[in-house]
């Protein structure tokens, strides 16, 4: 446990630090366009990410991906390099930080879109007997697409090895989830006989992520059908980039329980000391490598 | 007369604002477009707090919302939606292609279709592939469908009010992301600006840099490319390059015949347009002009369109991909001294 | 209760009567395209327009319309001359069997899509403050259409007067509901909220109908608020004008159970033989009018 | 070799079961596509009976069909698609153009998406306005998706054969529902066929009637149009009239090249297209010939195409609003008869 809870916190607040960074180089005008970070669901990357087999099973992901991205491949110089548009980003600064692709995972930034083409890689994967399940990470407000019950319905026919998470953040941009949900996010894979499970808000951390997804995980794998999984989660920070119109006694009452400092608590300060200065050295080593004038990994393309 | 908005923005946020006061049957929907907020770029603020009860914010269902303001315009609403960035379009295109685009003609005219469905499109911003288009060419030649995007020489809020009062048929409204913040031209020493009666109850402008003499080259585009092409007039003149512009309201229905003269004078064409080369809106207007003086030309028509790819993230892929202002006037140069 | 089941029956038999007469028009070459035709169905179409306000309530229907047509507006002339591309047809000629527009109906042919137009026809009703309520028709494969749950979703945020009837009729196309449709198709309003009502196959009939629409429609009207009404009939006749690929046998025992038939059986012989002579008669001359070579309806355009 | 199949419908139902059996990646999935029925137009004739593990009937729901399909072409997989009604694909723009299109250039060439999606276009059959239609147009011009359309006088097998099994591109493969019954010519003494390689790696077909001397008239169109066209052209032969056809099997990426000298020689050009006018197909073909013979040709190029209005259910109103043998014909005197 106490491995799992270091391997967690460095995977948590690597995101965290990346993301912090992304933002601070927007605000700087080194990087532009748009930033989406998940400072405060980065127990959802986590939790979700190491309960697979990262090395065959498939992730599908949205426009708020930085996160899973790392707990995927912790390929941190790639991401940055590619949010700031160089060469040596993951898909050579085309992609940008909504359109990421590395090994088995893929992301665009058309919400619901992806999640046909992940039950159709969970249909692949069945076929070529792989033994791979796929993921795919939907926001709440993207439980708005009508697109994503046509693939909730084809997953449970066919018996699909896909797991459905849906993050739910509170929020799609400016609306909050009552406003654009109707009836119970819960529920809403219910009717197509998709099992579900859930994690409630009072719960939301790693752990708790983590277990859920284990359990979901294994359900899919050894019975090859979807699950569908619920979590209730908090959006720390901005939609993107700056503006943010919610209540900000509610956004600090959630900073009180942010679950990466949650987390931070069940290390013992040295440890967690350590790693967060090999993290800060590990970032500084990759934005000298991309930013400073005279590397190669600078190159505009 | 009202002072003069003074960006693109603000012509198009009065002009929301004027139709909801004057008509009851207006409806805004669209996603994220409530105060303090006001949708995406902003063209709705203000509107949900002057009109609480006919601004509505919908979930992310882009097909649902045009659906949606279909059933309203079937009954008698004159809605007006918004698609947050018309990469998304992509996701209505059943509702207008299928649905909003049919309904008056198939129903054997018993029934009108005033909707207007509200996006902007464009790239230049580093959004990258899915938030960058300019999609418009999917919904060029659908019967029955109008394709409106008023250029920086254009009242926008003139003819969105059209749009969205007069007409009665299902309108496609571009808004490039570029003119938002631009200042209208307005009159000025750098232009002469006209607006033509094309036909379509959407005007053509007519737009003159300030050279001398007879105008050397006729260049047509429309919407987002006024920008650059304002650009372009102006350094133009200032090399003593007279040069005359054309850009039509209407994109679909659309009709040159106004300008087919001032091309078989001029000899010299240059369309250009903002989404991919092939096909789209250019080939249409080419061959209006072709067909009608193209042995009066002097030289093959200069079209200029993006690069047929994705529209990069990275912002020196991105300009390499789009039109620019370089672009244009090197399309330009190169047709003043062909033949 | 006789006066209910005679007018039921009229209009029944009307529908059957009609449907037959394109059935066989069709194979005259009399009528080319497409024609589904709703046989065994009637009920849906009796059960629920009678339950609805004829003057003020709004309909949206599909491609198999002719029944909700008739039993809303009665226009037995103007609909085969619809079908058959008349210049008298309701829509001229010009929409034919699918694309049908009369006063507050509307039909058209792609599955799903008239849902969210319904949607909206429900708000512009609401906002005009109307009392009216409007219904769409779906069929059970139709629920594989994603802007269908877009629909439900919005319609219950948005409180919309709207009655979602659902007539599981137990195949689309040649596809049986069970490969098509996941889980239980009773249960795919209820996680947005939806109240949900239900009339089970061996329950299905026009009075069970007209009970359960009534019961919807009140619902409706009073709460301004979305239901949903799944009706578990059977197609007895096949999906569009001849191939019909479903096991002999299981079509003949459901004739057997024909919900018209049974009705018939209700009403005093010397009654049903006189509303049958009636509408053969009616018939008859709206046929001689439509396809009499010197009649001014015959006009092709 | 193997006897040439007899319609134009039976060539692409063995060509199918050549693939599944030839490549397990191979799978076919759409709606109503088991046997018996095997699909509307039956194109999957037989195929889930031998290949039960490989043929998948879906639900109603077309954005989800293309969708999977990506999936499974990002994943390995060869999908071939089917969209009952082209009418329907509407429904999969987003698919098509923000998914399929765009995973290999915006990933960098990291990815592939060897897609097909075959689908029946076209009109003349009565089913009405959301039946009928011919929408490929839509397509035409996005970057990266290519749009293929076998007419008669190609080998239609062959070119499903090279969209599903060498073409690492998402390709639109468009059936005009004409063409299924109809026998394919092969040789024979009305038309001297070649096949020509216009570079998209699906062959355009030159075709000229049987009668003397050069050719008086260039017709240029595509897909289910060469079922009248055959006709017009044997009916121009035996009023010895020449003319030459090309049909290339690529509309997008269109590449009209090889046809250019010729089109100069002639000087009469006719392009014809199934949508409807304005926008489309023909403009694009059009101003590829402008551009570079413009000058040599005797008389603006003549287009045909559908009316810009829904196609009623109606016979002879469908008959006016759509291209017809007879009008072709027309068109084809009208211009012989100009200048
Ligand atoms: C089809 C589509 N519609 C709208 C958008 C614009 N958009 C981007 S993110 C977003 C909100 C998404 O909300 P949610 O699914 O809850 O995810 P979150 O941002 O909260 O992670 C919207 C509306 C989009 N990218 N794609
Ligand atoms: C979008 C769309 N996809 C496919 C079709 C073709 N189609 C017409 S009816 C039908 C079956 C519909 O089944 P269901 O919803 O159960 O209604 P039923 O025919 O049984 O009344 C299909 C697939 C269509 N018209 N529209
Ligand atoms: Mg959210
Ligand atoms: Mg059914």
């Known amino acids: 446990m106490q491995n799992l809870t270091e391997t967690f916190y460095r995977q948590m607040q690597t995101i965290r630090r990346v993301e912090e960074t992304l933002l601070k180089l927007f605000s700087q005008g080194k990087i532009r366009g748009t930033v989406h970070t998940c400072l405060g669901q980065e127990a959802t990357a986590v939790g979700v990410i190491n309960a697979l087999d990262r090395q065959r099973d498939v992730i599908f992901s949205n426009h708020r991906a930085h996160g899973h991205f790392i707990a995927y ?3 941190v110089a790639g991401l ?6 160089k060469s040596s980003g993951v898909c050579g600064g085309l992609g940008g930080t909504q359109h990421l692709h590395q090994r088995n995972f893929y992301t665009n930034g058309i919400q619901g879109g992806i999640v046909p083409v992940a039950t159709g890689a969970a249909a692949a994967e069945k076929r070529k007997g792989s033994g791979a399940i796929t993921v795919v990470f939907l926001g709440d407000g993207t439980m708005g697409e009508g697109v994503v019950y046509e693939s909730f319905n084809i997953a449970a026919l066919w018996n699909l090895p896909i797991l459905f998470v849906v993050d739910n953040n509170q929020y799609a941009q400016t609306t909050p989830v009552i406003r654009a949900q109707a009836g119970r996010l819960q529920d809403r894979a219910v009717p197509f006989g998709i099992k579900t499970g859930v994690v409630a808000a009072e719960d939301y951390d790693v752990f708790s992520v983590y277990q859920a997804a284990r359990r979901a995980v294994t359900y899919v794998r050894d019975q090859s059908a979807p699950y569908y999984l619920l979590l209730n989660s908090y959006r720390l920070g901005p939609h993107s980039k700056g503006d943010d119109h919610r209540d900000e006694s509610e956004i600090a009452r959630h900073w009180q329980n942010d679950p990466l400092a949650r987390l931070a608590e069940q290390l013992p300060p040295a440890r967690r000391q350590a790693i967060d200065a090999a993290i800060e050295q590990r970032l500084q080593t990759i934005l000298t490598a991309i930013f400073a004038p005279a590397s190669p990994l600078n190159a505009a393309h | 007369m009202p002072p003069r ?3 693109y923005l603000a012509a198009l946020q009065s002009a929301l604002h004027a139709m909801m006061a004057e008509d009851e049957r207006v409806i805004v929907l669209g996603e994220d477009i409530l105060d303090p907020y006001g949708g995406a770029f902003k063209v709705t603020k203000g509107l949900s707090t002057a009109f609480p009860h006919r601004v509505w914010t919908t979930p992310i269902s882009e097909a649902a919302i045009v659906g949606v303001a279909n059933g309203l315009a079937l009954r008698g609403m004159r809605p007006v939606a918004e698609i947050m960035f018309g990469d998304f379009i992509t996701l209505a295109a059943d509702q207008l292609i299928n649905h909003a ?15 207007t469905i509200r996006t902007p499109m464009g790239g230049g911003r580093g959004y990258g592939p899915t938030h960058s288009q300019s999609l418009e060419k999917l919904y060029l030649g659908v019967p029955h469908l109008h394709v409106v995007a008023p250029s920086l020489f254009h009242q926008p809020g003139e003819l969105l009010r059209r749009a969205v009062l007069l007409d009665d048929d299902p309108v496609l409204f571009i808004e490039h992301k570029s003119l938002y913040p631009a200042p209208l031209p307005g009159p000025n020493d750098d232009f002469e600006i006209s607006a033509i009666d ?5 005007a053509a402008m007519r737009v003159r840099n300030a050279a001398d003499g007879p105008p050397d080259a006729l260049i047509i585009t429309y919407g987002g490319l006024s920008l650059p092409l304002a650009e372009t007039l102006r350094h133009l003149a200032r090399e003593e390059v007279a ?3 054309y850009l039509p309201g209407s994109l679909h229905p659309l009709n040159l015949a106004p300008i087919l003269a001032d091309a078989a004078r001029i000899g010299r064409v240059i369309i250009i347009e903002d989404g991919p080369e092939g096909f789209g809106w250019s080939p249409e207007a080419a061959v209006q002009i072709y067909d009608a003086v193209g042995p009066q030309l002097t030289a093959p028509i200069r079209r200029v369109a993006a690069r047929a790819d994705i529209i990069p993230a990275a912002q020196h892929l991105e300009a390499e991909t789009l039109v620019t202002a370089s672009k244009i006037e090197q399309a330009i140069w190169e047709v003043l001294f062909s033949a």
């Open chain 2, 5 to 7: 908005p003074l960006t």
């Open chain 2, 101 to 115: 685009a049919k309904f008056r003609a198939m129903y054997n005219q018993q029934v009108s279709v005033p909707l």
């Open chain 1, 80 to 85: 940055i390099a590619e949010v700031a548009g």
């Open chain 2, 243 to 245: 040069a005359l512009a």
């Open chain 2, 198 to 202: 094309d036909g379509t109850g959407y």
């Open chain 1, 73 to 75: 491949g912790d390929d």
